[in-house]
């Protein structure tokens, strides 16, 4: 029988064959976190007497890039101090979103990364099993530089068919979401496949994997080919590519089918993610505030979609538009691209490289009643910094076209 | 550990978020963890962050603690004196996390609890009374591992202890 990719990963890295559902303890490649659960990181890692960690370390500003206030300065400055006196790396504010940087610069086939952050996952797109964990078991593999977990069994998602115009990746995600449920896939790995992975870049495979713990799951994975091949040699990173793919006979704990020819785009309702309908069936739902950006959806392709829809066309008077690029590279890529100057000049306001509106830390905090389409990857009540606010979740496209109608706005419409 | 837990009830519904449990417009005070649990829950029910006492159980729906990786939301939870979290499911970093920090995650079906019921908790033998209603539930124990972590009182003096992950020969 063969293994799927979750467990490929793990045996590999182990150097012995694991099956779903072994308990084992395996090395860790990569280790982040941010400011939110960085210092109660460290808090615990000097509780277990070491001074240098084991293993690599990231330490992001990113969920209040620049700071809104002095505790939070301090918290940034607490983590810069301590990636200077030991070799672990800090990326200041401006530099972008944790997932974006480790998917640009660090995360590579086959290897095991965990951050202290739910959205570690991401890193699945490109064949990294990843996965997020609270402070302590940073901290703890910081000490060790391993950690302990289950091997997950995994959902194989077959994903068939070509994409019609104004639909995405996005759209795929939620779609499989609304029909697993939030916990459909806890404690499970979700493994995306199909004719339509294999044809998708890496930035849409970081889309479906972002999501996969919004369905419960421990990590998502996308297998390593070509396409990977090409994202890490465009980043300089030739040399980090191992091709790895799930085997043949691989066991599944079930298999979901996505015809997408026929798949519309999805609309997440409040205050929950699997609280999704097709486009047709939003009804009339104004909105206050659209946001494009996060590490679901701030990258270039993103914005090139979203910059087509608004091009030569106003932002609703009644509604304001809110970009934030993932990374400062994609910030420069869609500076150069004069994507920002389409988003500006219909009326958008760019937020720095971060988080910090999709958290609710700062920027673009709702009032009282307001609504918000965002492409982010979280709706739950008081998730934008207000529990009286309400947010729906879709793609850049249905963002842009509701940008543009003020009210939730199927993107086809654009064609 | 004691092996009876008493206490009362807190009553919250399915899908209770990370952000329900420390909202991020709260971010600020991950420092403070007194400042921070005055929060706990307020969002879900304003009476629980005013009123909660230590003994206090938290008795919810499904997927309990779904969302963020924030260890603050266990912390909170135990800086509060909650003895336990009693949900029919967990999401799985609120789980750990739980576990990690010596909250104790009960797996059980809590259809019939309401706030304000007494209950009493046996851990050794899975069972939850609810003294108020009658009725019992029993529930399955934690895996090993995670039996042995919450035995030494949390993942730092387990590590701290053993010097790394031991669970088979710990009881």
Redesign the interface.
């Known amino acids: 029988m063969g293994l799927t990719l979750a467990e490929k990963i793990i045996s590999r890295r182990i150097g012995e064959e694991v099956r779903a559902e072994d308990?084992v303890?395996v090395p860790v490649d990569l280790l982040l976190a941010h400011e939110?659960?960085g210092?109660?990181a460290l808090d615990?890692f000097s509780?277990?007497?070491r001074t240098r960690p084991a293993t690599q370390v990231l330490f992001f500003s990113d969920?209040?890039a620049p700071a809104p206030?002095r505790?939070?300065s301090?918290?940034q400055k607490r983590l810069r101090t301590f990636a200077d006196q030991t070799g672990a790396r800090f990326y200041p504010p401006g530099e972008g979103i944790c997932h974006q940087i480790v998917a640009e610069r660090w995360a590579r086939p086959g290897q095991i990364i965990l951050?202290?952050?739910?959205h570690?996952c991401t890193a699945g797109a490109l064949a990294a099993f990843a996965t997020?964990?609270?402070?302590?078991?940073i901290?703890?593999a910081m000490?060790?530089g391993?950690t302990?977990l289950?091997v997950p069994p995994s959902i194989r998602v077959e994903v068939e068919g070509t994409f019609p115009p104004m639909v995405t990746a996005k759209d795929v995600i939620l779609h499989l979401i609304g029909r697993l449920g939030?916990?459909g896939a806890?404690?499970q790995a979700l493994e995306f496949g199909g004719p339509t992975v294999a044809a998708m870049s890496v930035e849409e495979r970081m889309t479906l994997c972002n999501m996969a713990?919004e369905a419960?799951a421990?990590t998502g994975l996308c297998a390593a080919d070509e396409q990977t091949r090409r994202f890490l040699a465009s980043r300089g990173r030739a040399d980090g590519y191992t091709p790895l793919a799930p085997d043949p006979d691989a066991r599944y704990e079930r298999r979901v089918h996505i015809p997408v020819d026929s798949l519309a785009p999805q609309v997440a309702f409040p205050h929950?993610v699997d609280n999704v309908r097709p486009v047709e069936e939003v009804g009339d739902v104004p909105v206050d505030q659209v946001f494009i950006g996060t590490c679901t959806n701030g990258r270039l392709s993103d914005f090139r979609i979203a910059a087509r829809i608004l091009q030569g066309r106003r932002v609703h008077p009644g509604v304001r538009l809110l970009v934030c690029p993932a990374s400062r590279q994609v910030y420069l890529d869609a500076l150069q691209e004069g994507l920002l100057q389409v988003f500006v000049e219909a009326g958008g306001l760019i937020l720095p490289p971060g988080c910090g509106a999709c958290?609710?830390?700062h920027q673009g905090?709702l009032a009282d009643g307001e609504r918000c389409l965002s492409t982010q990857n979280?709706n739950?009540?008081?998730?934008m910094?207000?529990?009286e606010a309400e947010i729906y979740l879709a793609s850049p496209a249905t963002a842009a076209a509701t940008a543009v109608r003020g009210r939730i706005t199927d993107p086809r419409e654009f064609l | 550990m004691e092996r009876i837990l008493r206490g009362k009830v807190w009553r919250f519904g399915d899908g209770i978020s990370t952000d329900h449990i420390t909202p991020g417009r709260y971010y600020h005070l991950r420092g403070d963890l007194k400042a921070l649990a005055e929060h706990t829950l307020e969002d879900a029910d304003p009476e629980f962050a005013r009123n909660a006492r230590p003994g206090d159980f938290v008795v919810a729906g499904k997927n309990f603690g779904q969302g963020s990786s924030r260890e603050h939301a266990a912390l909170v939870l135990k800086e509060r004196g909650i003895q336990a979290v009693i949900a029919p499911s967990f999401a799985r970093i609120f789980f750990r996390n739980a576990v990690n920090v010596g909250l104790m995650p009960i797996i059980c079906d809590t259809e019939g609890f309401e706030t304000g019921d007494e209950i009493e908790v046996d851990v050794v033998e899975g069972r939850v009374r609810n003294l108020t209603r009658n009725f019992e539930r029993t529930f399955r124990p934690l895996p090993p591992v995670m039996r042995a972590i919450l035995a030494s009182g949390g993942l730092i003096p387990h590590v701290l202890r053993y010097g790394g992950f031991r669970w088979q020969d710990t009881p």
Do not use: C
């Open positions: 308990i303890v939110g659960t210092p109660l615990r509780a277990l007497e969920h209040a206030r505790e939070l301090n918290v951050g202290a952050d739910s570690t997020g964990m609270g402070s302590t078991d901290a703890v000490a060790l391993q302990w289950r939030a916990e806890n404690y713990v419960g421990k929950f958290v609710g830390v905090v979280r739950f009540q008081g998730r910094g207000n529990p």
